[in-house]
């Protein structure tokens, strides 16, 4: 099967990582993958190619680099899709389905289109004008509107699409959740010297928080708490860096909060970490807490639960379908609440030891392989007509040798 796709470029975060696993995915079950990019997207298998958008000119990260890729990528991947003889489009957002969507209709050709979480939040979250947020809604709808199948990662958005589009179109809407990545026994080791190299003391109670560090993280709440912990041993691990402007303004507004409220000791921001780092910092903590305001799936919770680190956060969706337990959730915005429950998981061991025992029976569930199941859901009903079509080519082939 030839496979389609785009992606103007790849940054931190776990949408991106999920991407490349896409992409491995596909071409690691005999996929042939063509992806178009403005910067290239390294995948080391021989079914992957990259095809690079090369401009005469630099155009940044921003309004132009949007520009270019709605004005030229539908272009180039015609171009690509013809060249290639693709056989299905794969849609990353509902930004590139919308890109995708002229392909797709001259070249008659099927496009699944997976959704990671909520775009018009994000804009929000960066104070995006109204016209821009007004623009971006039609063209999701549009980019949903022209998918023959999508794939999403909770069902609260699962459901908030078939609203949107159900009634204009029978179209097939299918969950599948993030898994938690295998953990090397290798890092189960020595929290006093996982401490140690961050500069927490002996005895202390140690939050970690980690992911891209956006406003919709909302850890300015989590700041905010620890004086009014009534806790001198508390710490906050902050894991994570920001990948735009934005996000940096939103990171020095943490640091000066922090310097406000005095403190500077307890509060640590690590920066970005790669997965085996964040791991041994996890192994430092003794709670994870995610206080965003929207959530697609967070893989670093995931990454928690699977490290066997209790886990607490946001009742929004993402989240409340890893976690599920009103005891493991609370109200993003409620300050009192989030500080009244560290506060008693920390001073109240039966209810601590109940968060262990259903963040476990939470892991169970988001252990499983990802990838094959990502390979079924995106070829579903595709492959077979697909294999006919190549056998149909290779007797053709066989037929014109024979002559």
Known sequence: MRIQT???TLRKGGAYDRFRMMLEALAERQCEIH???MIPIQVMHPRYHNHILFLPFKIGDG????LVVLLLFPFYSLLIGRREKIDLFVAFGSLYAFILAI???ILKKPMVTL???NSTFGLKMKDSSKSFLWLNKIIEYLGLLSSDRIITVNASTQEEIIRKIGRKKNIQVNVLHNDIPPMPISLQGDIFQARTQLGIPEGAKV????GVITRGKNIEILIKCLPKNGMNNLFLLVAGDGSTKSDFYYQNYLRELTESLGLNKKVIFTGWLEREKLWEVFRAADLFVLPSKSEGMPNAMLEALGFDLPCIGSKVPGIIDILQYDELMFDPM???AITEKIQRTFSDNQFFNKIKELCKERKKVFVFDWKEKLFQVVTMGHLKSTQLREKREDLNEITTHSK
């Open 334 to 336: 409620d300050e009192k």
């Open 6 to 8: 785009a992606h103007y």
């Open 63 to 66: 309004l132009m680099a949007k």
């Open 35 to 37: 992806c178009l990019s």
């Open 103 to 105: 392909p797709k209709w």
């Open 207 to 210: 939050l970690v928080t980690a």
């Open 115 to 117: 959704i990671r979480g």
